[in-house]
C-alpha cells in the first residue's frame, strides 16, 4: 500500500525533473499532474494509516489482555490507534479535515518500544549464565525459572526435571 502511494511520489518528482517527452505540454498541465499525483500519494498514506490503526489496535488489545500490570499501556496504544483511525478516515472522507489527533494521542507507541526494550534486555540478562529447562507452567526454584509460582504437582514436575537433567549431564 505504501509502495503504490510512494510510487505516486517518485512520478510527481520526475514531472518537475523535466524529461524531454514532457517539454510538449504545457506548464499548466504539468502542474495539474503534480498535483493530482501529489493528492493520490496523500490518499495513499490516509489509506495506511488505517491499516496501522486497525494494527494498533490488535496490538494495543493484546497487551491489555496480558495482564501483568500492562492494562494502561495497552489503552494507550489502542488511543494511539483511535487517533491514527481518526485522522486517516477524516482526510479520506472530508476534504478540508484539519483536525489532527494523532499528534496527541501517540503516546503509547513509544512507551510500547521502551517497554519491549526493557524487557528484551532483562529477559536476556536473566538467561545469561544459567540453564533454564522447558515447563508447561511456572516454578522457581534453584537454576530453573518460569511463570507459575505454587502447586505440589508442578513442584514433583520440577523435581523430576531437575533429576532428568542431571542424568543428561553426567
Not at 494523532?102 to 538467561?127: C, K, N
Not at 515447563?135 to 520440577?158: N, Q
Request: charged share 10%; proline share 2%.
Amino acid at each position: 500500500m505504501l509502495a503504490v502511494a510512494l510510487n505516486n511520489l517518485v512520478s510527481a518528482s520526475q514531472l518537475l525533473g523535466g524529461a524531454d517527452f514532457l517539454s510538449s505540454r504545457g506548464t499548466e498541465q504539468l502542474l495539474a499532474q503534480m498535483m493530482v499525483l501529489l493528492n493520490a500519494f496523500q490518499s495513499g498514506w490516509d489509506l495506511a494509516l488505517i491499516v496501522f490503526a486497525l494494527q494498533l489496535f490488535v496490538l494495543g488489545t493484546l497487551v491489555f489482555r496480558s495482564g501483568k500490570g500492562l492494562m494502561v499501556l495497552g489503552i494507550l496504544v489502542i488511543a494511539a490507534g483511535l487517533g491514527y483511525l481518526i485522522d486517516g478516515c477524516g482526510k479520506l472522507l472530508m476534504p478540508d479535515y484539519s483536525l489532527t489527533v494523532a499528534m496527541y494521542s501517540f503516546v503509547g507507541e513509544p512507551l510500547l518500544i521502551f517497554w519491549l526494550l526493557t524487557q528484551a534486555d532483562a529477559h536476556t540478562a536473566a538467561r545469561k549464565g544459567r540453564q533454564v529447562l522447558a515447563c508447561p507452567g511456572g516454578f522457581t526454584t534453584g537454576a530453573l525459572t518460569c511463570g507459575r509460582r505454587s502447586g505440589r504437582a508442578h513442584a514433583r514436575y520440577h523435581a523430576s526435571s531437575q533429576v532428568r537433567a542431571a542424568e543428561i549431564a553426567a
